[in-house]
């Protein structure tokens, strides 16, 4: 084994087949029950291609769940935070707190080094996500371009926060049903994150 997600066991119990990405072990596709637990390679008709499609269908008219903990995951702090990343990021930074903020960071010539989506969780400080084969450019680049004089650290903070991804159109039908938490289009807005509780459960909920 290599890194793992905390739902790794549970995943496993339902059927994951695990492939690897930048060092974690992440599901490829579900094996159903009564399907053997091991990948089903083919050039031309993998045996694994009407299981995807199964999942690829559920999401799309219901609702599926995607275990991406691997997303590498950082936090950018200290008194000079949000002028960093205003420096870095092509997008206007300077939103409320609560603010999801999808964005890339440009070199001098204007090509593409990251990107990246960026929640503000505070008058100083910043929640980065960015790809799980990205955390080690991307931090690297961030670094490079922070103010000398030390007022803003990157933290990383990958192996501090699982997450997980609901998606499809019955998502907030699902979440409704586990917690007290104000989920419709109206109480929870696109490009917004808060604190719920799911069941008894401290969460933070980014809605993108």
Same mark, same amino acid.
């Given at each position: 084994?290599?890194?793992?997600?905390?739902?790794?066991?549970?995943?496993?119990?339902?059927?994951?087949?695990?492939?690897?990405?930048?060092?974690?072990?992440?599901?490829?596709?579900?094996?159903?029950?009564?399907?053997?637990?091991?990948?089903?390679?083919?050039?031309?008709?993998?045996?694994?291609?009407?299981?995807?499609?199964?999942?690829?269908? $559920?999401?799309?008219? @219901? &609702?599926? =769940?995607?275990?991406? %903990?691997?997303?590498?995951?950082?936090?950018?702090? !200290? /008194?000079? +935070?949000?002028?960093?990343?205003?420096?870095?990021?092509?997008?206007?930074?300077?939103?409320?707190?609560?603010?999801?903020?999808?964005?890339?960071?440009?070199?001098?010539r204007g090509g593409i080094e990251a990107d990246?989506?960026?929640?503000?969780?505070?008058?100083?400080?910043?929640?980065?996500?960015?790809?799980?084969?990205?955390?080690?450019?991307?931090?690297?680049?961030?670094?490079?371009?922070?103010? $000398?004089?030390?007022? @803003? &650290?990157? =933290?990383?903070?990958? %192996?501090?926060?699982?997450?997980?991804?609901?998606? !499809? /159109?019955? +998502?907030?039908?699902?979440?409704?049903?586990?917690?007290?938490?104000?989920?419709?289009?109206?109480?929870?807005?696109?490009?917004?994150?808060?604190?719920?509780?799911?069941?008894?459960?401290?969460?933070?909920?980014?809605?993108?």
């Amino acid at each position: 084994k290599i890194r793992l997600s905390p739902l790794y066991e549970r995943l496993k119990t339902r059927g994951a087949i695990y492939g690897s990405k930048n060092g974690w072990e992440r599901p490829l596709w579900f094996a159903p029950e009564g399907v053997a637990q091991v990948d089903q390679l083919g050039f031309t008709d993998p045996g694994w291609r009407d299981f995807a499609a199964a999942e690829h269908h $559920a999401v799309r008219n @219901a &609702v599926g =769940l995607a275990d991406q %903990s691997s997303f590498s995951k950082f936090e950018l702090v !200290g /008194p000079g +935070a949000l002028a960093a990343i205003q420096y870095l990021a092509v997008s206007n930074m300077d939103k409320p707190s609560g603010s999801v903020i999808y964005t890339q960071f440009c070199n001098r010539r204007g090509g593409i080094e990251a990107d990246v989506t960026i929640t503000r969780l505070g008058e100083q400080h910043f929640y980065i996500v960015t790809g799980a084969g990205f955390g080690v450019h991307d931090s690297d680049w961030i670094r490079r371009n922070l103010p $000398a004089d030390g007022s @803003a &650290v990157l =933290l990383e903070v990958t %192996s501090a926060r699982a997450v997980v991804n609901v998606c !499809g /159109p019955k +998502a907030r039908t699902l979440l409704e049903r586990v917690s007290e938490d104000d989920f419709s289009a109206t109480g929870f807005p696109f490009a917004t994150a808060r604190e719920v509780l799911l069941g008894a459960a401290p969460v933070r909920a980014i809605r993108i």
